[in-house]
């Protein structure tokens, strides 16, 4: 039963970064492939995303989320006790271990937004 709500809650994430991708202007669908999100950006620009999503926060106000490895153009680390998603480029140092922990307060809705922004604009 664990390992059901562990993909329940990690789908919600998913489907909850293609809201936010949508919302930016870009096409964002869902897969089950390579990649978690396909984004098409309004400049035509094709953008993969890995979505990890973190259904708690530990009693030191962090949230710790299992990287591993991924291929991916951006994460998208979803803090969903925050409701808040954090976007970062794939190839962002901290992402090359298999746990990433980041404090709570590096989650808000204007890191949010600068982030999402900075994905859906798609200059590299």
Not at 66 to 83: C, E, H
Request: with cysteine; glycine share 8%.
């Amino acid at each position: 039963m664990i390992a059901r709500r562990a993909t329940n809650i990690g789908r919600a994430g998913e489907f909850f970064v293609c809201h936010l991708l949508e919302r930016a202007n870009c096409e964002a669908t869902r897969s089950d492939g390579r990649f978690d999100v396909i984004a098409l950006r309004p400049d035509g620009t094709l953008a993969s995303v890995e979505v990890k999503t973190c259904a708690t926060i530990s009693h030191t106000g962090r949230v710790r989320f299992n990287v591993g490895a991924s291929k991916a153009d951006w994460w998208g680390l979803y803090a969903l006790p925050l409701g808040l998603v954090l976007f970062m480029r794939g190839d962002d140092a901290r992402l090359n271990c298999k746990h990433m922990t980041l404090r709570t307060a590096d989650f808000t809705p204007a890191a949010q937004s600068a982030s999402l922004r900075e994905l859906a604009v798609g200059h590299f």
